[in-house]
């Protein structure tokens, strides 16, 4: 199973939105969601809040083992630990 995830940031509110869709082991599209998140500081903020809501959405519906794919080059960088980013130690 693996979840695409985007997250967007309006620079001038600091609204952030968020969609993602789950496609099974032969790419069928499973679900698929979207709303607005609140607000944020930066678009790394954006994209990881987006993250973090898909995983509880994910848990919530049952699945333990997930695939995640993203467009945040900084983010994933951040998660394997090859980059230090201080501003989302709290959040990661």
């Known amino acids: 199973i693996k979840m695409q995830l985007y997250a967007g940031f309006d620079n001038l509110t600091s609204q952030v939105t968020r969609g993602w869709i789950v496609h099974d082991h032969l790419g069928e599209a499973k679900f698929w969601g979207s709303a607005q998140f609140g607000y944020a500081h930066s678009f790394l903020e ?24 993203g467009d945040c ?20």
């Open 46 to 69: 954006a994209q990881s809040k987006a993250l973090l809501h898909a995983m509880q959405q994910i848990w919530f519906k049952g699945f333990t083992s997930m695939i995640f794919e």
């Open 73 to 92: 080059q900084v983010l994933n960088k951040i998660i394997k630990g090859s980059i230090q980013d201080v501003s989302m130690k709290g959040l990661l």
